[in-house]
């Protein structure tokens, strides 16, 4: 097992230093205008044999230590492609995630917010959106540091927001600007009495906090035409568009 790990260390290592990974971005589109608000990136790494998903790469990063050097290197590129295409005529919005064990870090923290405040200028175009798939201890803590970055002028969503045990002890404790809805409320949401009351409670909650909300795994026109109806702010799934390596959305509606 120590020489299995070493190897993955080794390997996430060289794909980190290398740069070898790629952001791909998926639409978020308003769901009462049918208009795209705007994108997440999101990564795909060339994977070495020896890590055999996405997902599972990351979650390596966290459990190593290594997520922070690798949320910084994506937030650069995110930036970086945004200035490129400011230069070819405009940039769309692009959201980018950064885990809760990154911002757990002192270091991190450091390099985010000077990172941030020396890109003042992209504050209409880049959001940041905290992913739960670590567990965040300190949530005092990292509110005071989400408030710096809303004071630089940034946007801050909370990803996955009912997946974890911790949901609304975070959003008490955190002062976002968006919520996004955990698909697993949304994928059955049609057929389960039990979801939709679910769904309700959250968007209702987000209402009154004046937070907007985001519906995650949105498949359907169905789907789509329920969260409208429901309240949610936008939707972002297949129905919109897949991740992509262009800013591409789907030629759909949102059924009034």
Known sequence: MIGETTQRVRAFRDVLDEGRFSLVFQPIVSLTKGTTHHFEALTRFELPSIIKTQWEMIRFAEDIGLIDEFDYAVIN????????????????GIAVNVS??????????????????????????????????????????LSLVLEEVREIGF???LDDFGAGAAGFQYLKKLKVDALKI????????????EDRAFLRSMVGLCKDLGIVTVG??????EHATLLR??????????????????FLVAPTQVAS
């Not at 209409?124 to 005092?140: F, N, P, V």
Request: glycine share 10%.
């Open 77 to 92: 590129r995110a930036i970086a492609k945004i200035r490129s295409m400011l230069k070819k005529g405009g940039s769309p």
């Open 100 to 141: 809760g064990r990154s911002l757990s870090s002192q270091g991190f923290i450091f390099e985010l917010l000077a990172l941030l405040r020396n890109n003042k200028d992209l504050t209409q175009y880049l959001s940041i959106e905290i992913t739960e798939s670590a567990t965040i201890h300190d949530l005092d803590a």
């Open 155 to 157: 946007r801050v969503y």
């Open 182 to 193: 955990d698909g697993a409320y949304i994928r059955d949401a049609l057929t389960s009495a």
């Open 216 to 221: 995650e795994w949105v498949e359907t026109q």
């Open 229 to 246: 109806q429901m309240g949610v702010d936008y939707g972002q799934g297949y129905f919109f568009g897949k991740p992509s390596p262009n």
